[in-house]
């Protein structure tokens, strides 16, 4: 949910705090019935749980959303069919506050104000006995300001998995094949350490984050639609291949809410077709079990106009992603351990000239984070994130060095008040920010104005 920060529009002292008083009490009277309804409740499942009879511990390591066990990687991978057909649908609601220590920056929103982030709603499950997925829609409630200051609202296509999967299984031999459709490369992996599903899983919006990413750590999320087919062998090798085109025309709902000349969402569109590979070794031994694997984007994005319509017969900006990742748990109740190691190169070919001055560009994105739980209740994690390329004096322009070279660690503390209700409190400390550690913008901001705390109420039932 993370964003860069908005340079359009600015928000006048008087409205902030304004803002700030109106929303506080909601949001805490929000907050307090959520744990109240949470600790006098039996159990409240989202979908998932209800179809496979199944607690969330048994899919999730340690009960958090989304790191999954080895049960819930297996139910994701045979199209989501174990169990039986149940109730479909679920709830997901995220209220949050953060606090930016020097936010005087216009596109800082949102700082200093408890809101109700983030609702989605889920389709999900089984539909016959090798069909079964999930669709998620989902409303961000501070979307956009209008010219009086008023806030408004944008619901839109989130993530989306469809899947036909079969297993064969006997004495020699446990094989899983799918066919995957879906609308964000990455989203159909069954390990954290993929761009789509790695931490932070909760994270501020509308504040500062690192000024760049890969275009597979979540570039062509809700922009495109993918059909891929993938195997995984005696639960030890995994192999995927997914092409992907713009989701346009027949496939627009997997891009709800982002439309061509959409002024604030905007459609990405592809030249031609995108691929995403993906390979993975996995071996289990006692309590613990282990994952090594690489994956790939190539894809060329055409430029948008100033109506943001997109530009035919001047090329495109090429990017061609290789990824290494690798992932370890220890899952023994009362101690759930976690890790993950992701490193991303990228190359970035503009024909166009027009994002990229000196018309090709590289980028290098490392994320390591490690997290425990204990007894499916109390958890830590730390993460670290980390982000290099080559200068350019367009795509970085907003830095005097010129360079996205920028550095977070993030370190977070969350209590699972039920299995489907969690209390965090997480920090954003970044120690280089856009090559610099301090003035890095020539205007005397440091890398440190950016820390922020975030305070999160997630939910789901």
Not at 148 to 168: E, P
Request: negative net charge.
């Amino acid at each position: 949910m993370q964003t860069a920060i908005d340079q359009a529009g600015a928000n006048s002292s008087s409205f902030r705090k304004a803002s700030y008083r109106s929303m506080k009490w909601y949001v805490l009277a929000f907050m307090s019935g959520m744990l109240l309804f949470a600790t006098t409740q039996s159990r409240a499942v989202p979908a998932f749980a209800a179809q496979t009879g199944q607690s969330c511990v048994a899919c999730h390591a340690g009960g958090q959303y989304p790191e999954l066990t080895p049960y819930g990687r297996m139910f994701k991978l045979t199209g989501y069919t174990m169990g039986e057909r149940n109730t479909p649908l679920s709830v997901m609601v995220v209220a949050d506050y953060t606090s930016t220590q020097n936010a005087n920056d216009p596109g800082v929103k949102l700082d200093n104000s408890a809101i109700v982030d983030v609702a989605s709603v889920f389709l999900a499950g089984k539909v016959t006995d090798n069909v079964g997925g999930f669709a998620q829609y989902t409303h961000t409630f501070h979307d956009t300001q209008d010219a009086n200051l008023n806030w408004l609202g944008h619901t839109a296509a989130d993530n989306f998995d469809l899947r036909y999967a079969d297993r064969t299984v006997d004495a020699n031999k446990d094989i899983v094949w799918g066919i995957t459709l879906n609308n964000n490369p990455s989203v159909q992996d069954v390990w954290n350490s993929a761009p789509a599903w790695s931490h932070p899983y909760l994270s501020p919006s509308q504040t500062y984050g690192l000024p760049a990413a890969s275009l597979i750590e979540g570039g062509l999320a809700q922009q495109v639609a993918g059909i891929g087919a993938y195997t995984y062998w005696n639960q030890s090798i995994y192999a995927e291949i997914t092409s992907y085109q713009t989701a346009k025309n027949a496939l627009s709902f997997l891009s709800y809410g982002n439309d061509k000349g959409n002024p604030d969402h905007p459609l990405t569109f592809l030249d031609g077709n995108a691929l995403y590979w993906r390979v993975a070794y996995t071996k289990a031994w006692d309590a613990s079990n282990v994952m090594v694997g690489a994956f790939g984007l190539d894809a060329g994005v055409l430029p948008l106009d100033g109506s943001n319509l997109p530009i035919e017969g001047v090329g495109s900006t090429h990017f061609k992603d290789i990824g290494i990742d690798a992932q370890y748990q220890y899952l023994q109740s009362p101690h759930t351990v976690t890790a993950q190691v992701r490193v991303v190169s990228e190359t970035i070919d503009d024909q166009t000239g027009l994002t990229y001055s000196d018309g090709s560009a590289s980028l290098n994105t490392l994320l390591v984070k490690a997290g425990y739980v204990y007894r499916e209740k109390y958890g830590a994690s730390l993460t670290y994130r980390n982000v290099t390329g080559s200068s350019d004096s367009t795509a970085y322009a907003a830095g005097t060095s010129l360079v996205p070279d920028s550095e977070v660690w993030t370190p977070e503390f969350f209590w699972l008040v039920r299995q489907n209700v969690r209390l965090g409190l997480q920090f954003n400390i970044f120690t280089k920010y856009l090559g610099a550690t301090s003035n890095y913008d020539g205007a005397g901001r440091n890398a440190s104005d950016n820390n922020n705390t975030y305070v999160y109420l997630w939910a789901a039932f």
